[in-house]
């Protein structure tokens, strides 16, 4: 889903593409300022994946020491359960 900032971006960018088919009328410090504004969006965006990704690794890793843990657990129960059998 298209976040309000794109969907209005994207519908500035069709009305200055016929205003420009019409009659070469856009000043560029309009195209500038737009330009502008995606750049800090993809900025903004970049960061929160950053953030996102350094979450979910952090995670992974506390899943993955879990999962040593209870294949430690599994591994001993075995072997204590062996040992009864003896």
Not at 16 to 40: G, N, R, W
Not at 46 to 67: A, R, S, Y
Request: aromatic share 6%.
């Amino acid at each position: 889903m298209l976040s309000l900032y794109l969907q209005k971006l994207r519908e500035w960018i069709i009305a200055k593409e016929e205003e420009q088919a019409k009659k070469c009328a856009i000043p560029p410090e309009e195209v500038e300022e737009q330009i502008f504004k995606l750049l800090l969006e993809i900025k903004k965006l970049k960061e929160e994946c950053e953030d996102n990704q350094k979450e979910f690794g952090h995670l992974l890793d506390k899943l993955h020491w879990i999962k040593a843990k209870a294949i430690e657990c599994q591994n001993e129960l075995e072997r204590e359960i062996k040992e009864l059998k003896k």
